[in-house]
């Protein structure tokens, strides 16, 4: 996109003439200070600028945050300074692009400068998300054109947008940008898996969409129409490539378990007729139970509202449908820039909606205070990514509050994110009225409660298996008081490698366990218990397989890779 593109899209995008007047100015400046500058593509480094820019306004973000986006590189690259940035264009984009360019200061090469790059992130995120945002379509821009960047570079940017910056947009409610930043680092950090994942869509997608195409829609139009509800469209969502994959290993790698690689969508004008399309869909076809997901009624805490219900549709198969109103739409497309309010100034005006949206990183500051100081750079990073870049449930105390979880955790989890005391003194949880073991996995929507003991005090075991880095120290604190030996030899066996079992589901074949076999020596990992459980009439064996391992990420890699070999019908792993 070139200038006078960009400027007609402003005026379409419903700029005013000042607006662009101010942001003409801003690129002109920005032209001239990266004049003779080529990115690695060879073009113009200025085209890169524009780009930025151009996703700005596309967010409809104010004028300020354009221009600052067109500046953005213009200290860091150019030798401008702050000063002239302000003098020309006002305090305000002088902050914003001296923010972008300290974000882009520190390099992602090991865990201190990885921890240092975060924490400068989440001190622009108290100062003004802006400076965030405009980081954020940068880091799209340079993925979008990454093939220009020699290998080892491209692995290092992509596996900071899939630990990073992909999990912040997420945590903004900018599913889009989320999305996409995952799928353009999937094929460079998981070439392997990215290439079986490709295979496997192009058998189902073109079939698919064109039985939501011709088959469901016709019948959805009539059904709708006929009780009156009218709505803005109906069309259908492809699932991010990366996203699969992730579901596809907590799924046994098992395609025929994913009913979402492709979702109905139904947009609708207002929350009444939200839950009358719900209710429309469930005349016409059976829902399965337990799948009906209402995150109106109780949204993720990125934001995120929409129903989700899975039914048995035209012909008896599985299909998701997604029901929203045109705002909760465009949430999900623009996260929480769609409530980015502005003054005649270009100041932010932080309204209840982006300050409950922001909630999480202020308490993720309060976090960093309380356990940042404690930890190594690694175990930091990996707290971080535990607590807050991971999916997340959301649980209910019994007077209704909810809790924020990440996924996996366990009533311990609960109870230390309540309070510590009532995490320390634990001695039974109730799950929707049920006692449950202290590692039971909390799904979103369940009622907790925690039953507590004054002489009770926290058991070492629960160590390996609580998921929160928030339980994790809190429970190290009350150890350290009471058996100091006890925890320190809990911490040293956790660093070991850990042991992992493969269950894999084959139709069983000549040469079937050789080439599995193959698969953990092309990893340089030796298989150390292999059993086969097999009957006369079973024609899908399973064939369990204990190894040593260095991380999941390896696991992971591991079950994928497996799913390749033919024969091989599903794969699941856990550690043991």
Known sequence: ????????????????????????????????????????????????????????????????????????????????????????????????????????????????????????????????????????????????????????????????????????????????????????????????????????????????????????????????????????????????????????????????????????????????????ALGIVHQLWKPLPGRIKDYIALPKQNGYRSIHTTVFCVRNKITEFQIRTREMHEEAERGVAAHWAYTEEGKPKQGSEVARRLQWAQKLSDWQKEIGSAQNSEEFLESLKIDFFKDRVFVLTPKGDVIDLPSGATPVDFAYAVHTDIGNHMMGAKVNGKFVPFDFALSSGETVEILTQKNKKPNPEWLTFIKSSIAKNRIRAALRKEIPQTLHATQTQQTKRASYQFIITVRDRVGLLKDISAVFSAFRISMQHVTVNNSKNNPFPDIVISAQLRDTKQAESIATRLKTVRGVESVSYKTI
């Not at 600052?68 to 200290?75: A, E, N, P």
């Not at 799209?140 to 990454?146: A, F, K």
């Open 1 to 276: 996109m070139d200038w006078h593109q960009f400027n007609s899209k402003l005026q379409e995008l419903g700029y005013s003439e000042k607006d662009r007047k101010f942001i003409s100015q801003a690129f002109e400046f920005a032209s001239k200070a990266h004049e003779g500058q080529k990115r690695a593509s060879g073009e113009p480094y200025i085209t890169h600028a524009i780009a930025v820019a151009a996703e700005s306004a596309n967010l409809q973000l104010d004028a300020v945050t354009i221009s600052s986006s067109l500046l953005h590189d213009t200290i860091e690259d150019c030798g401008i300074t702050r000063e002239e940035i302000a003098k020309n264009f006002g305090e305000d984009t002088a902050f914003l692009v001296e923010g972008v360019s300290k974000l882009g200061s520190v390099r992602y090469n090991d865990a201190q400068q990885k921890v240092e790059s975060l924490r400068k992130m989440f001190l622009a995120f108290a100062k003004d998300i802006r400076v965030v945002l405009i980081k954020l379509l940068d880091r799209l821009h340079n993925m979008r054109t990454i093939q220009f960047v020699r290998p080892e570079k491209q692995r290092r940017i992509a596996q900071e947008t899939l630990e990073i910056y992909a999990p912040i947009a997420y945590r903004l409610g900018m599913g889009n940008i989320k999305g996409e930043l995952e799928d353009l680092a999937f094929p460079i950090v998981h070439p392997n898996e990215y290439a079986w994942i490709i295979k496997e869509i192009a058998l189902r997608v073109p079939e698919g969409e064109q039985y939501l195409r011709e088959e469901v829609k016709q019948i959805l139009e009539q059904a709708l129409a006929a009780e009156g509800v009218t709505p803005l469209t109906i069309d259908y969502r492809k699932k991010h490539l990366y996203s699969l994959w992730k579901k596809l290993l907590r799924y046994e790698m098992d395609m025929a378990r994913i009913t979402d690689l492709l979702a109905m969508r139904i947009v609708v004008e207002n929350i009444e007729d939200c839950y009358r």
